[in-house]
């Protein structure tokens, strides 16, 4: 089976670090990409990851704060020197538009491809891309400005046909396809041969959260119920909770209890503020509340 | 003496690589720090050098394209973050402010400084900066946008008093600044002490040029002669020539020759195109015409 992967290109917050860009992450799906947030510097990150995108098609932009969305130009641009043909696809606020496209028209005003701009009504959990392997749904969440994270749901794959059985029974190879999605098989002689007998169950499919930013929000929590991994931001210690509340972000404690009570499998914690140089600090923290929490790392790739 | 000083943020072209962020540099004199375009990731490679820009009050962009102009925003923005109160002054062409207004009201619309814009006619050799220790020159380059690169001038220094004189003469506190600027003596008695036996000259004043982007074009060389360092694009080497045409670039071999002909004391080379993975070759190409060229690279402070 191929595995879905994240990689974390940035796990800062506002001000970047020694160690963490802004926010920018990419998900590899079923040899798909996509990228959750565009901070200043993704381009680079992936340079010094060595990252092709060529499989990248869309973008999902959380909210427009710089730090999640600084990078677009300088990514944009860089795929129109590498020539890029395939449409690229934007989803974020409908406010992106009108800030990228003067910018796009200035600079990249010979682009070699598309961008085309989806907008996301972040105030609902709705359904916003679609393919025949992936579902990505909104996240309202609770910030400063219209925010929303990403539920990213892997679709349920064919079963596994066993070799064995297509011989046994003689099938055809006109029937597999059927077969392989639960149909029954019958044979000349009219005898129903049980899908059970044919084939095996498929691997569960894999399911991942993005929720940066947001205050401690306890209306997510039947969204992401389960996911094999939920990336919650832990922007502050319970020692500056005030200013969480203030700013609507997240303490690491609050996104270990958010883990906690959605059941998630594993939690990543991420866009820490400068101000924590030792951020064992942090992990400690969530890992108080859920133990089974890992310590987000620029430049770092995870198993879903 | 204070010296001058060149922090190199970023010398790569277009595209980032590895080892080089787009262009950016710090120049330091005399305890003022101005910055020299601002590529994407300028910020956070001032944060890997620890560079605190308090005494940053001028930023100076040679042209539109966005390897040298996409790191203002993120730069910005921390500033807002920091409380910074000083204005900010930037110099560029007018359609920067176009670009950059409606986005600082977008996403920064609470800053706690001013930003204030100062238009740079680039095909004008002009003074478009003075302070009481330095003057700037805008450069007219040659390239596929208007483009001008910067001449910094130090100012004479006062001359440095011999202490002794002082008070071999009894020299009255008030008369040593005059005497500082050239002034005689003249005693109580109407002796004329010769400034000459007072003081000693102060240092040559340093000046530095920034020329990048640009094709090989002569009509620089009168501007920069005998600078002290010079900074000059070398996007391509010898091999890539009609490339370096088209795209209105110098090759390093190129830059060499503008240094050897305007007679300059060093020669800095960057803007490197990301295909040279081994930069020594461009290094040795421009070596071959000037000797004394010195290989740019990030996260480095050069003399000057």
Same mark, same amino acid.
């Given at each position: 089976m191929q595995k879905a992967s994240l990689t974390i290109l940035g796990c800062g917050s506002a001000m970047p670090t020694r160690k963490n860009f802004p926010s920018s992450q990419l998900l590899e799906i079923r040899d798909k990409q996509f990228l959750i947030d565009c901070g200043e510097g993704t381009q680079i990150r992936m340079c010094q990851m060595g990252v092709k995108a060529n499989r990248l098609g869309h973008i999902f932009i959380s909210h427009l704060h710089g730090d999640h969305c600084f990078g677009l130009m300088g990514l944009i641009s860089t795929f129109g020197m590498l020539n890029r043909t395939a449409e690229l696809h934007i989803h974020a606020q409908a406010d992106l538009e009108k800030i990228l496209k003067p910018q796009l028209q200035y600079f990249c005003n010979d682009l070699s491809f598309n961008v085309i701009f989806h907008t996301i009504n972040t105030r609902k959990h709705e359904l916003i891309? +679609? %393919?025949r392997s992936v579902q990505v749904f909104s996240i309202p969440l609770k910030h400063r400005v219209p925010c929303c994270g990403f539920l990213f749901?892997? =679709? !349920?794959? %064919?079963r596994h046909i066993i070799r064995e059985m297509i011989d046994f029974y003689g099938i055809p190879t006109f029937r597999i396809p059927r077969i392989k999605q639960g149909e029954d098989f019958i044979t000349d002689e009219g005898e129903v041969i049980p899908n059970g007998i @044919?084939? &095996?169950p498929s691997e569960t499919p894999k399911r991942f959260a993005y929720c940066s930013d947001t205050a401690y929000y306890? =209306? *997510? *929590?039947p *969204? *992401? +119920?389960?996911? %094999?991994?939920l990336y919650h931001e832990a922007t502050f210690m319970e020692d500056e909770k005030i200013r969480s509340k203030q700013t609507e972000h997240s303490t690491a404690r609050q996104a270990g209890e958010i883990a906690l009570k959605a059941g998630v499998k594993k939690l990543i914690i991420g866009h820490y503020s400068a101000r924590y &140089?030792? !951020?064992? %600090? @942090?992990?400690? +923290?969530?890992k108080a509340v859920f133990e089974n929490t890992v310590l987000g790392e620029d430049l770092t790739t995870y198993e879903i």
């Open positions: 891309y +679609e %393919d749901e892997e =679709k !349920q794959r %064919d @044919l084939t &095996t306890e =209306k *997510i *929590i *969204i *992401i +119920e389960g996911v %094999d991994c &140089t030792n !951020q064992t %600090d @942090l992990l400690n +923290e969530a």
